[in-house]
Each structure stands twice: as C-alpha cells, then as structure tokens.
C-alpha cells in the first residue's frame, strides 16, 4: 500500500464522496470507485458505509485512516529532512499544533511554501490545545495553529475564521423531535433545555471547554458530568452512546448520523480559529507571512467556518492575494 492510496483514503473521508474527492485529486470518480473497492477487497472488511448523501469512515475505516494520516505526515518530515539534507536551510519556523490540525494542515500548505520558500524548514510541535497555548506564552514556537475565545490572553492571534459552536443529543433526547423537524436547518434552543441532561465535556484546557465553562456560568447551570476526554471524536461517540449531551464545534457534525440530533444554541457562541504568536510579536518575517496567508487560505474553504479575519489577518490576505498557491 503506497502513500498515494493513503492520500486518496484521506481526500474520500474529508470530501465525503467519491465525486468531491475525484475533483480535489484530480482522477476519475470511476477511478476512486475501483481503488476504494480493490482495497476493501484486499483488507476483507468495509472501509466506509453510506448515510444519506455522505460516505462516512466504518470503524475498520477509521483504523486505516488514522494510520493514513501519520503516513502523510511522515512523508512530508521526510521530504523536508531530505531537503534540508540537500540544500543549507537558512532558517526553520517551529509551529505548534494538534496531532490532527497540524498534520492536515502542514500537508496542504507544505508544496506552496516550500516552492516559495524552500530554504526554510516547518518543524512541526504536536500538543493538546491547553500545552500549546503555554508554548505560545512561553515563546517556545514561532505560531500556532489552534482555537481559541475572545478575551484569551497572552498571545498575538491573527485571526482566521470563527465557528458555532452546537450542542450534540442522542437521538432519544426528549428534545430530538424538534432537531429532526427541522431536517437540515438546526433548530436553535435556550441551553438551559438541557439543564436536567448529563453532560460529557472536554478536558480542562481545550477551548470548547472553555467555552462551556462560560455557558454554565452565564446561564447559573450545574449540570452533572458523566464523562470527560481530550478527544473530541471519543466525545461525539459517547453521545452517539446515549451517555450524555455535549457541546462541540459546528465542524465536528455528522449530520447523517442515525444516533445524534444537533441545535444551535441561543444567544449562539463560537470560538476563533488562527494563527497564536507569542506577545510582543509586532513584526513577523516574509515566510512567517506566507505561512499566514496560506492557513487563511486553507481555512476559507472550509464551508463550517464563518469568515472572521482581524485586522492583521486582513492586511497579510491583502498583501498576497491574487497569487496561485494551492
């Protein structure tokens, strides 16, 4: 199994079919159909199953896409120690970032700066988000990628995009009915319809935490707490298990799913997504402003993200747009 497959796994899974995954890559969605089948035939199991309109990864499929990933990653490390090896490196940028963000995101702004900036090496630093943001603090990386609230400080962000955050119930919530009456429009409730459910939460530290911590307060709620976790898809999972109600980012929905019902929160709340720098950081070097430019550019594509670009992202979309990157 090469690493092409494992990027045409990876480019299904985000696109949700084979014809959106064809267009990103470039091959025929006939093409995809074969490779996808081949492959399942050779590992004897599924590798993603249909609901509605959208493939979704099989638990089989979610091993392998794990596994896809790390691959991808070490593809793009190795490319990079391959050049530095080859060419004198004059400088490197250490970013820190999710395990998950990091990866994805180094994978598909990499080809762009390295063409443009092929002297200077992306060292990627991997954390959850509450590590990260210390890092940031501390002026131990250059940037990160990572999430985060109004009000956050001790870091320069250039803000990118922001994204709703929603509120995920079983499906044998009393509040369900109202969620499927509305079929692809999330229906929008007062968070204290919740005030009598269990509740699964991110660890301390992530930044959906914090802003379920902001909720409860605001709205005087003490809700019981069943579960918590570091990872959001664990998260997700659980509610699908009946464990609880949860609050997640817009991004981590899966609208087909037969064991969760999602709404939109009154008054709506969301949290910022960006590039941190440590404070003080007034100038940043032309790399540093392309590494920017091209993760707003990246984030922009995403259909969850509402566009939310602060005045020093603005004026470095400004500064390159126009350019051919990805």
Known sequence: MNVRNMEYLLAIEKAGSLSAAGRQLGVSQPTLSVFLQGLERQLGAPLFYREGH????????????????????VKEQTYQTIHRLTHRQSSRIVIGASPLRGSLMVAQIFPAFNRRFPDVELVIREGYTRDIKEWVRRGEVNCA????????????????????IVAAAPAFHPMAPMARERGDALACVDIRCFSDSPFVVMAVGNTTRVVY?????KENLQPTTVFESNNLLVLCRMVGQGMGVALIPASSMQKNREDTVYFSIYPRYYMHLGMLLPPGRAELSEAERYLAYLVIRSDMKNPV???GLNVRA?????????????
Request: cysteine-free.
């Open 54 to 73: 959208r493939l979704v990864p099989s638990p089989q499929g979610e091993v392998l896409l794990k596994a896809a990933q790390e691959i991808v990653a």
């Open 213 to 217: 911590d902001r909720i409860m307060e």
């Open 145 to 164: 990628l990572a999430s985060y609230v109004s009000g956050e400080d001790g870091f320069e962000p250039i803000a990118t995009m922001k994204e709703e």
């Open 314 to 326: 603005q004026q470095i979309l400004n500064e390159f747009e126009g350019e051919e990157v990805l």
């Open 305 to 307: 993200y509402q566009r």
